[in-house]
């Protein structure tokens, strides 16, 4: 029986005519059950009352130029753990591929796979009773030249003629920030990246300027992304009003990624624009601190530093000595410190709502990692769909704009009382909800400049 298998090494070529791809690059794994093809801006459909979907895809690793628009009928919905940990439902579809000379019909899942080495992901349920691996081999069926590419891909290939688009940011290769290039590339933007410790600026009435290395004038934008990490928030926001002064439009403006920034003065500004939050208190001294206990309803109860991020500096105290010594502690180092109600009957969980122009485009629950209270990704947390309820998709709606945030992540957490807003992030991270709901959220940041220049 093996004599009739075919033999392929750990990468091969391959194609899908009837999604019109006629070249792209495989892992070929067989520790992966199911195979999955890169797919963004996904959208289901009805057609000859049957489900459809239909999808574009960079059929070249590293090539945002070269985009095929593709449609399959829609086999199924599954839900899948990423090796990262996270939960996506993912659309199935059954397409031909073709493999040297010989095609046949496999199942696969469609998902984000920007951050992965390869395009298509072949797992061994397509491979079952055809294929053998030889892991030391690569293309043993043919490799297809750059050439053969732009060729078969003249057609394909969308010109820049849109808006120039700066993202502000410190690390091109954070995932979020690579989106946000990816996104307006497809678009047809041309998108620049700007490292903030590489700009500098001349403060002039007239003629205010911003310098980018090597003396370069940063003079054309048109839009400008600002993705400033909490440790750089000063020198961030000067380079974001700066670019306000030259008249750039900047999708989030330096004085609301300021306020956002500032938690203590963020939750009175929320509170003043009526967004409910858990009981919260703030002291100056530490001799303030047994009434401080008892105003959030006593122990267990949160610390938070106010320059905490990504949970870090947030701590759970879980008895009245306990929270004493945690309080005079970060007091006893100057720190600035909230304390908060625990709300115990959240278990661990809260909902990250992403807001781009007062709209929530995506939802994801958190839920924190065993033994663990926050529920924040970055601290090991889980992410999975769920949709949100009127109430708190309007709560998060009222939160961006009281913080006159364009773009923000809200969190929220739901407590016996009803959704009370946790905080409201200036800068939040893509990764987590775009590959849990397979959503382009990226492409919603770019629309939001789209709609402001009435660009189409």
């Known amino acids: 029986m093996q004599n009739n298998k075919m033999i392929l090494g750990s990468e091969e070529w391959c194609s899908f005519p009837e999604l019109g791809i006629p070249a792209i690059k495989a892992r070929v794994d067989s520790g992966a059950k199911t195979s ?69 019909n496999i199942e696969m899942t469609l998902t984000n796979r920007d951050s992965m080495g390869f395009r298509m992901l072949l797992g061994r349920e397509a491979m079952s009773g055809r294929i053998l691996v030889d892991p030391e081999q690569k293309y043993l069926l043919g490799q297809t030249s750059t050439e053969q590419l732009k060729e078969f891909y003249i057609d394909t290939i969308v010109q820049k003629s849109g808006l120039r688009i700066g993202v502000l940011a410190s690390n091109p290769t954070l995932y979020s920030n690579r989106r946000i290039m990816e996104a307006g590339e497809m678009r047809g933007h ?8 590489e700009c500098y600026m001349k403060l002039d009435a007239d003629r205010p300027e911003i310098h980018y290395r090597g003396g370069k004038i940063l003079d054309n934008f048109d839009a400008i992304i600002p993705r400033i990490r909490p440790s750089i928030t000063f020198y961030g926001c000067a380079l974001t009003r700066q670019f306000e002064a030259m008249k750039v439009y900047c999708l989030n403006s330096a004085a609301a990624i300021t306020q956002s920034r500032d938690k203590l003065f963020s939750l009175q500004l929320l509170l003043h624009h009526g967004v409910d939050i858990p009981t919260t208190g703030f002291a100056n001294s530490p001799l303030d601190t047994d009434d401080l206990i008892k105003m959030v309803g006593g122990s267990p109860l949160i610390v938070k530093l106010l320059e905490g991020t990504q949970g870090k500096g947030v701590v759970l105290a879980e008895t009245k000595k306990a929270a004493e010594s945690v309080i005079n502690a970060f007091k006893s180092l100057n720190a600035n410190i909230l304390v908060q109600e625990f709300i115990k009957e959240a278990n661990g969980k809260d909902l990250r709502l992403f807001v781009v122009d007062g709209k929530v485009v995506a939802t994801i629950q958190r839920e924190a990692a065993p033994g663990e209270f926050r529920a924040n990704i970055h601290m090991g947390g889980t992410a999975s769909i769920i949709k949100p309820t009127a109430d708190e998709k309007k709560i998060a709606i009222k939160a961006a704009k009281a913080m006159d945030l364009k773009v923000a992540g809200v969190d929220i957490i739901r407590s016996s009382k009803g959704p009370l807003l946790l905080e409201v992030n200036s800068s939040p991270g893509l990764e987590g909800i775009e590959g849990a709901t397979n959503k382009d959220i990226a492409g919603e940041m770019i629309k939001a400049i789209e709609k402001n220049f009435k660009w189409k």
Do not use: Y
């Open 36 to 104: 999955a093809l890169h797919a963004i801006n996904i959208t289901s459909f009805i057609k000859d009352n049957e489900n459809w979907v239909r999808f574009d895809i960079n059929p070249i690793q590293n090539n945002l130029k070269t985009v095929i628009h593709c449609e399959a009928k829609l086999i199924d919905k599954r839900i899948v753990k990423s090796s990262s940990g996270f939960r996506e439902q993912r659309f199935v579809i059954q397409s031909k591929i073709k493999i040297g000379a010989t095609d046949w």
């Open 190 to 197: 041309q998108m620049q990246f700007l490292n903030i410790k």
